[in-house]
């Protein structure tokens, strides 16, 4: 079965490009970030969360190859004992009394193993997928909360302004002086969408990455059990021609 510490590589060589060229261009993304700092703090909880998600998703592979491994050293007993979890409906399914490559699995067992495992796998995909579209919501909630202020002021400079002064230039220095808490309000709503859309495409790459694991993982797991099932009952078809 493939090793996940290639997944790991890339995806840990994929954040630190991302920390370099957030380090590169940091004085514009403090503005940003200060801008609606409440809103971007927030969506960068979140992706951290999702990103300690994703990596836990690859290291929980690593117990189950060490079962496997162990499982076809012959201690069966030994394997059964630490039960694994993602693994856990072959586990059950073999028993204690199971040794080195020597199992029988019908059709209709193998199938629902191998599904229940499926289904386990997906199970923790759901959560990261719910928080790559979370970063977005929040982003796209940002937006609206810093729309919503800038409406509200310009509303203000224009029912404000007092047009029946003759002096246009103190009445334009108004307006200028009014328009600045609209324009605050517009960094809140752009800087939350850049972030909440920057989060959601590095969580999705990693996602992207713990899936393959995943999938390469199950795909060795499908292979293992087909050819081993396949071979025992060719040899009971044998023993009982014979």
């Given at each position: 079965m493939s090793n996940p510490k290639h997944t790991l590589f890339w995806m840990t060589l994929f954040l630190g490009v991302v920390v370099i060229v957030g380090?590169?261009?940091?004085?514009?993304?403090?503005?940003?970030?200060m801008a609606n700092w409440v809103f971007n703090l927030l969506i960068l909880g979140v992706l951290i969360i999702g990103i300690a998600l994703t990596y836990r998703q690859v290291f929980v592979l690593f117990p189950e190859l060490k079962w496997i491994a162990q499982?076809?050293?012959?201690?069966?007993g030994?394997?059964?004992?630490?039960?694994?979890?993602?693994?856990?409906?072959?586990?059950r399914q073999l028993g204690e009394d199971a040794t080195k490559d020597r199992f029988?699995?019908?059709?209709?067992s193998l199938r629902t193993v191998l599904d229940g495992i499926h289904s386990r796998m997906d199970e923790q995909r759901e959560i990261t997928r719910y928080f790559i579209s979370?970063?977005?919501?929040?982003g796209l909630l940002?937006?609206?909360?810093?729309?919503?202020g800038t409406i509200n002021s310009v509303g203000q400079v224009i029912t404000g302004l007092d047009m029946s002064q003759e002096d246009f230039g103190k009445v334009f220095a108004e307006l200028q002086e009014g328009l600045l808490t609209p324009l605050e309000g517009m960094g809140t709503a752009f800087s939350s969408s850049l972030l909440g859309l920057g989060g959601s495409l590095i969580l999705g790459f990693l996602d992207i990455q713990?899936?393959?694991?995943?999938n390469r993982f199950y795909d060795g797991l499908e292979e293992w059990l087909t050819g081993v099932t396949n071979l025992v009952d060719r040899i009971d078809d044998e023993k009982d021609l014979s």
């Open positions: 380090a590169l261009i940091h004085k514009p993304l403090i503005s940003a970030f499982f076809r050293t012959g201690h069966a030994l394997s059964v004992v630490q039960e694994p979890k993602l693994l856990k409906p072959l586990a029988t699995l019908s059709t209709l979370l970063l977005v919501f929040l940002g937006t609206f909360w810093g729309l919503l713990a899936g393959h694991a995943q």
